[in-house]
């Protein structure tokens, strides 16, 4: 899986043969060890290049291999042995040196990329660090602070950067491989002794403790509960403070302890989920590799507030004509203004030209005439959609495609409206649409192959995660966060405050706790959707009766705190306060504290400890549990969808995989006997009732996650 041919007469050219990205698997790197062995003992060679295969460096150690009995070579030997070679070794890196592949590359004595190469150590996102001894050299080579930076965060830097801060010799525009072998050629017989990056002292900088500090207070706040970003400021500090040597044994410590921790499992396991969804496919047989997406040059938007607003942004900055529609004058001018900010400050950060011309605007819904495909954003209001569906089948060209952004409404009901339903889809964006990453594609019953490949393709172009997901109330994200929401108000009724509740979601590592991200989003959105289905009673102030509805339990504290306007940071109070409407930073408020006794005293409900494993127990168990009645229907294709929608859409931490994989790491029997436990404490909360579908998984031995399509597709064969 690697080759040595001779070129110009005395370059050794080493190619790794591991399609696509040339990953560092058993073969590869036995490959490397026999090819070097022969270039550093074949007279003929005076130096050599590597190189990888099909335009692409090496895309690091091969990941698919962490999870079985590893055999072959190991990296560091290999490593050390390109370096500790007498012959001039010159890394020649196309497309990506990522991981172990820039590790490899560092071993060598010169690197000269393309410039649109990509360079970075990448383990940090993996649930590791670099242990091939890149935590050791790249300090030595760029210093610390540079070094800091890309191992705790693993962002990749482009060719430029990385020649401005010393990782590359050159950077060149034309053939990698012509450019290292010319550069080759000029070095073979050069003194080799100031180019072993092993051998450099490591620069330290003033203040070295408080830096060291500094980054590591900096990394505990931004990882959540995370390991590994840690473990990289440690094993930097060794290569600051200690010998090579010494620093190399530090380095294989960490990686002993990060390596076989759940949380690498859980980040390795994201990193193929989110690969996977890509490769989606729906109950009536569409698939991403059959079905063809048409091209989508001009799309509109209707209604520009909070979402449509940001699904423009999007659509822009990809590249697309964007007609923009709004009915009421007031919303067009502050959207218009709204708009032109997030575009210019994205092409700040990119360091392009805005590409405002690329959006018109209208106030009538007929300049959407000879458009593709069109966004609806408008209120939550399924007769205002309605009439839009009428309206839009009537005015489009056609095989214009219609799609949604509701958050929960039926999308076959929306697609009956239409002379062609087949050309209705949901694409369920998240605020701020122009930023997170995710997007929920809704197949609806009739929705064609050519429909959801389309909104697939689009999603993947505006550089979102796409989740092709079925039609139900809520979908996936939202249908799932009903019950954890349920759980969080109940555990109030109970005895526990928004502070206990958020601190413990905020320990397990959610970026926000449930009553944080309520006052975020505004409360009056959950408290509409509750007027429409009928759950909404004011006026029943106390009694058992007054927390049930249609037949279930039902806690009114979120009517109750809307009836008095308390709608969340747009209002200035919520489940917390903050300093005025609009204001970001939440506060404990006593007001609240003392409406919640009240509340108590009133129902007749008698506070209770409750502690962080209750709260995670409740809340989280029930979320998972509609996770399992969502693979049940067939609502999402498997797991690694849920848990992806989970981890780009409601800021589950990525180490801890998304809820399935959670589910799986607790122990589903766990899972199930605490399920059956709460339910029998609270008889009147069927989402505590254990799914079936978790039942049989359990029945079945619990098999890992990447089994559990086995157990579905025979349940739904019975069915
Ligand atoms: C005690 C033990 C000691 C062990 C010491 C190990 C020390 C180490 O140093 C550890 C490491 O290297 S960890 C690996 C670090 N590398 C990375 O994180 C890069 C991951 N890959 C990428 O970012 C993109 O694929 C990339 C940018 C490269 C390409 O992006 P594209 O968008 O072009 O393509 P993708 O769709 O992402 O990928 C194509 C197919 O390749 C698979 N793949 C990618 N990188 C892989 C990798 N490193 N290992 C295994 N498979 C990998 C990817 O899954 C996809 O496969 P399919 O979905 O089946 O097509
Ligand atoms: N706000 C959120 O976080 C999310 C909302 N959604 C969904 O996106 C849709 C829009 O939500 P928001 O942007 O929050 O609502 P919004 O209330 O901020 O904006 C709706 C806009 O649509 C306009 N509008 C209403 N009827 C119209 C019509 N017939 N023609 C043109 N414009 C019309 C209104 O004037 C208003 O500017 C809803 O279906 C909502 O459920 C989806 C994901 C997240």
């Excluded at 950067?161 to 012509?178: M, S, W, Y």
């Excluded at 822009?316 to 709004?326: K, Y």
């Excluded at 709260?615 to 029930?622: D, H, K, N």
Aim: aromatic residues 6%; proline residues 5%; glycine residues 10%.
């Amino acid at each position: 899986m690697a080759q040595l041919s001779i070129v110009s007469g005395s370059v050794g050219l080493i190619t790794l043969q591991n399609p696509p990205v040339n990953a560092l698997s058993a073969a590869v790197r036995q490959g490397i060890v026999d090819t070097v062995e022969k270039a550093l003992s074949d007279p003929k060679v005076k130096s050599v290049v590597i190189r990888g295969q099909n335009g692409v460096f090496c895309g690091g150690a091969d990941i698919k291999e962490f999870g079985t009995k590893m055999t072959g070579p190991h990296l560091i030997p290999m490593i050390h042995a390109i370096e500790a070679g007498n012959k001039p070794m010159v890394a020649a890196i196309e497309g990506s040196a990522l991981g172990g592949g820039l590790e490899l590359a560092l071993g060598c004595h010169y690197r000269v990329a393309h410039s649109k190469a990509r360079l970075g150590l990448p383990e940090v996102t993996l649930g590791l660090l670099p242990a091939a001894a890149g935590s050791q050299r790249l300090p030595r080579l760029i210093g610390v602070p540079a070094a800091l930076n890309l191992i705790t965060t693993g962002r990749h830097v482009t060719a430029a950067e990385a020649l401005q801060l010393g990782i590359v010799d050159q950077v060149t525009d034309h053939d990698t491989v012509d450019t290292a072998v010319k550069f080759a050629l000029n070095v073979a017989g050069q003194s080799l002794d100031a180019r072993r990056i092993s051998t450099f002292p490591c620069p330290r900088p003033a203040e070295l403790d408080a830096l060291f500090e500094d980054a590591m207070q900096k990394v505990r706040k931004s990882a959540r509960g995370a390991i590994a970003p840690v473990a990289c400021v440690q094993a930097v500090r060794a290569a600051a403070t200690l010998p090579y040597a010494e620093g190399l044994e530090r380095e294989r410590e960490l990686m002993a302890t990060l390596f076989n921790s759940g949380q690498a499992r859980a980040l390795q396991y994201c990193f193929f989920a989110q690969r996977a969804v890509g490769r989606w496919s729906t109950p009536s047989g569409a698939r991403w590799d059959t079905s063809k997406p048409v091209p989508v040059p001009k799309a509109a938007v209707i209604g520009l507030g909070t979402m449509g607003r940001g699904i423009a942004v999007a659509l822009a900055q990809t590249g697309l004509s964007v007609v923009a529609v709004e009915t009421q004058e007031k919303q067009m001018m502050e959207a218009k203004q709204a708009v032109s900010g997030m575009l210019e400050r994205g092409a700040k950060r990119r360091g392009v030209a805005p590409v405002s011309d690329k959006i018109s605007y209208s106030g009538n819904i007929r300049a959407v005439a000879d458009v593709d495909l069109v966004i609806e954003a408008v209120f939550e209001d399924m007769a205002v959609k309605e009439k839009l569906f009428q309206q839009l089948s009537a005015i489009c060209k056609p095989g214009a495609l219609l799609c949604t952004n509701t958050s929960a409404l039926d999308v076959d009901h929306l697609a009956s409206q239409t002379r062609n339903p087949e050309l209705v889809v949901g694409m369920h964006f998240f605020a701020p649409a122009h930023v997170m990453k995710l997007l929920e594609v809704v197949y609806g019953r009739r929705s064609s192959t050519q429909a959801v490949a389309t909104a697939m393709q689009l999603g993947k172009k505006m550089g979102k995660v796409s989740v092709a997901v079925g039609n139900c109330r809520g979908f996936v994200g939202n249908r799932m966060l009903k019950p954890y929401i349920e759980q969080a108000f109940y555990l109030l009724e109970e005895g526990a405050t928004p502070e206990l509740v958020d601190r413990a979601l905020e320990e397990f590592g959610f970026s926000m706790g449930v009553f944080r991200m309520s006052d975020l989003s505004g409360l009056d959105v959950g408290w509409r959707v509750r007027k429409g289905d009928g759950l909404v009673e004011p006026g029943l102030a106390s009694g058992p009766s007054a927390r049930v509805r249609q037949g279930r339990r039902y806690s009114p504290l979120g009517d109750l705190l809307c009836e008095q306007g308390r709608f969340g940071q747009k209002t200035g109070r919520g489940w917390y306060q903050y300093e005025k409407p609009g204001g970001r930073v939440a506060r404990s408020d006593p007001w609240l504290h003392s409406f919640l006794e009240g509340y108590r005293a009133r129902h007749g409900l008698v506070a209770r400890r409750i502690d962080h494993e209750e709260v995670l127990e409740r809340c989280l168990y029930a979320l998972i549990n509609e996770g399992f009645h969502i693979l049940e229907d067939g609502i999402a294709a498997g797991p690694e969808d849920i848990d992806v929608i989970y981890v780009f859409g409601y800021g589950w931490p990525r180490h801890r995989g998304g809820p399935m994989f959670y589910a799986g790491m607790v122990g589903l029997a766990k899972v199930l006997e605490r399920l059956e436990h709460y339910h029998q404490a609270h008889p009147d909360v069927p989402h505590l009732q254990p799914c079936s579908l978790l039942r049989r998984l359990v029945a079945s031995g619990s098999p890992p996650i990447h089994k559990w399509r086995e157990v579905i597709r025979k349940l739904h064969s019975h069915l």
